[in-house]
């Protein structure tokens, strides 16, 4: 079992930033990946990030490209999204998710691949 909690939500100005934590336990994540996912009203949930445990390796989708960044820090167990330049589009309530084991062919940019998600955190950007 795997357990995810995020933080760091909240009302920011827009250009304002906002980092987002999301600490994980229960399971060992050496051959895995985090990802990070958002939920707009009357919207899809679409993916924001992603990051490779092992290597570090991260993937965007092309509109927060430049302006968010995923980290992680293998010692807490726990995966960032730094949010700088926000914007009222990206308001959301955001999550995290767990993907236990990455092989070829996962396509981290889809919620249906992890195994596991936080409860959410809302991130309210204001015009």
């Known amino acids: 079992q795997v357990q995810l909690v995020e933080s760091g939500g909240g009302l920011v100005q827009a250009g304002g930033s906002l980092r987002l934590s999301c600490a994980a336990s229960g399971r060992t994540f050496s051959s895995s990946a985090m990802g990070w996912f958002r939920q707009a009203p009357g919207k899809e949930r679409e993916f924001v990030a992603s990051?490779?445990?092992?290597?570090?390796?991260?993937y965007y989708r092309d509109s927060v490209k430049g302006r968010f960044t995923i980290s992680r820090d293998n010692a807490k167990s726990t995966v960032y999204l730094q949010m700088n330049s926000l914007k009222p589009e990206d308001t959301a309530v955001y999550y995290c998710?767990?993907?236990?084991?990455?092989?070829?062919?996962?396509?981290?940019?889809?919620?249906?691949?992890?195994?596991?998600w936080g409860q959410g955190t809302q991130v309210t950007v204001s015009s």
């Open positions: 990051i490779l445990w092992r290597n570090g390796y991260t």
């Open positions: 998710a767990a993907k236990l084991t990455v092989v070829v062919g996962t396509n981290l940019k889809l919620a249906t691949e992890y195994d596991y």
